[in-house]
């Protein structure tokens, strides 16, 4: 008899020990989820952060590296008068307010290597043969230094010939650099989707292109000759120093955040002009 009630006893899991092992496992994938959805974020915000830091090195390293060369060229504007309509190597417009944060804008005139010469070439000469001619025209792009040196005016381009509007002051060799003067500006802009965005613009038709994006804010101070320091510079010649503080913001917001939910970086770059005063 006792053997029989072994074989015949049935085991199982009650419905209250069944609601417990759900409500156990509910707590168990909520937890699993809720630390997936942490990581996700914490690598989402990390991602943000990493982002923005970058945008805000790019446009301030190629900033520097462009004010720092500000009037390199000799006698540009002595030779020229204006570059596309600029008659100052810096030109500085305190709060341009391009985007309503008092943000600033910034325009100079700089040089910049475009080609090399490809044969010697003999004072009064009024051709060149150049490595690539194609950054040059008779219009916007008409503004060109030998060797940072000499400045001619460019009055034809064909192929990779040159024709100068006045001969050449002396000879010039083979390999020497040929460099595109223009006038660089840089300000704040909504992109399309009402992103703010640094740009970079060297009015010559080609419009801004951006330099980064999401940035907010664009500050210039600038340091004078007699060493004072100012905003707005009465005149833009005495223009020893600048400096450029740049702010930058992540793409998206975070609603756990104080504020407006954006986290925020700010570099500052104290940049030498190499060129005025000497």
């Given at each position: ?18 609601l417990i ?13 809720r630390t997936f959805?942490d ?6 915000v ?9 945008n805000v ?6 900033m ?6 500000a ?6 504007l002595?030779?020229?008068g204006?570059?596309?309509?600029f ?8 709060n ?7 943000d ?5 005139i700089?040089?910049?290597e475009?080609a ?6 003999a ?5 060149i ?8 025209n008779?219009?916007?792009q008409k ?11 460019v009055?034809?381009v064909?192929s ?6 006045t001969p050449?002051?002396?000879?010039h060799l083979i ?5 595109l ?9 909504l992109?399309?989707t ?5 740009v ?7 419009g ?7 940035i907010e804010d ?9 060493g ?5 510079p009465?005149n ?10 740049v702010?930058?913001?992540t ?8 504020s407006?939910?954006?986290r925020r970086r700010e570099l ?7 060129n005025?005063?000497?």
């Amino acid at each position: 008899m006792m053997n029989r009630n072994i074989l015949t006893k049935k085991t199982g899991v009650t419905l209250i020990e069944l609601l417990i092992a759900l409500v156990i496992s509910s707590i168990l994938v909520a937890a699993l989820y809720r630390t997936f959805i942490d990581q996700q974020k914490t690598h989402t915000v990390q991602d943000q952060v990493a982002d923005m830091q970058q945008n805000v090195r790019v446009g301030i390293d190629q900033m520097t590296r462009e004010v720092r060369m500000a009037g390199y060229g000799d006698n540009i504007l002595a030779i020229f008068g204006n570059i596309n309509g600029f008659t100052n190597i810096f030109t500085p417009a305190n709060n341009a307010n391009n985007i309503g944060n008092n943000d600033d804008k910034i325009t100079i005139i700089i040089a910049v290597e475009v080609a090399k010469l490809t044969e010697t070439v003999a004072q009064g000469s009024t051709s060149i043969k150049v490595s690539n001619a194609g950054d040059f025209n008779s219009g916007a792009q008409k503004y060109l230094s030998l060797n940072g040196e000499n400045n001619y005016l460019v009055q034809n381009v064909l192929s990779n010939t040159i024709t100068l509007a006045t001969p050449l002051l002396e000879g010039h060799l083979i390999d020497e650099p040929v460099f595109l003067v223009k006038a660089v500006t840089y300000k704040l802009m909504l992109d399309t989707t009402n992103i703010p965005v640094l740009v970079r613009n060297d009015n010559t038709g080609n419009g801004d292109q951006i330099v980064a994006e999401n940035i907010e804010d664009l500050q210039f101070r600038y340091t004078l000759a007699d060493g004072s320091v100012t905003d707005s510079p009465t005149n833009p010649e005495d223009i020893r120093m600048v400096s450029a503080n740049v702010k930058a913001r992540t793409k998206m917001a975070d609603t756990q955040l104080n504020s407006d939910g954006y986290r925020r970086r700010e570099l500052t770059s104290v940049i030498k002009v190499r060129n005025l005063g000497l």
